[in-house]
């Protein structure tokens, strides 16, 4: 399984971003797919999660209503739409899976098997 995080960048707050992440050798429907992560001198932190088999979806409270996670199975695509960023969004953000059945309860609190490369985040003016 090989997981890669992109489209991270500089953006001011109250702006917009979305993030992507390609997967290989990964059958989206076989895995709960999600996001998490790392700000400066703190913890990885889950904060979206996806089972793309039926649409499923949790979010932390620090994203919900702000964050959106959704999937392309034919492309093996999972997205990470971000609204509304804040400072305290800046992170290293990296996707993850792990194989089903698998709650999302268990994905939003960190217990995923395959983690790919993140990608950084910075909310600035």
């Known amino acids: 399984v090989q997981l890669q995080a992109s489209g991270g960048g500089l953006v001011q707050p109250g702006g917009s971003l979305r993030l992507s992440c390609a997967t290989s050798?990964?059958?989206?429907?076989?895995?709960?797919i999600g996001w998490l992560r790392q700000a400066p001198g703190k913890g990885r932190e889950p904060i979206a999660c996806?089972?793309?088999?039926?649409?499923?979806?949790d979010y932390a409270d620090s994203v919900k209503g702000r964050f959106t996670i959704s999937g392309d199975n034919a492309r093996n695509m999972v997205y990470l739409e971000m609204k509304s960023l804040k400072p305290e969004d800046t992170a290293d953000y990296y996707c993850?899976?792990?194989?089903?059945?698998?709650?999302?309860?268990?994905?939003?609190?960190?217990?995923?098997?395959?983690w790919g490369k993140g990608t950084q985040v910075t909310v600035s003016s």
């Open positions: 993850a899976a792990h194989p089903r059945p698998h709650a999302l309860a268990s994905c939003l609190v960190g217990h995923m098997s395959y």
């Open positions: 050798r990964v059958t989206l429907n076989d895995y709960v």
């Open positions: 996806m089972q793309p088999s039926d649409g499923t979806t």
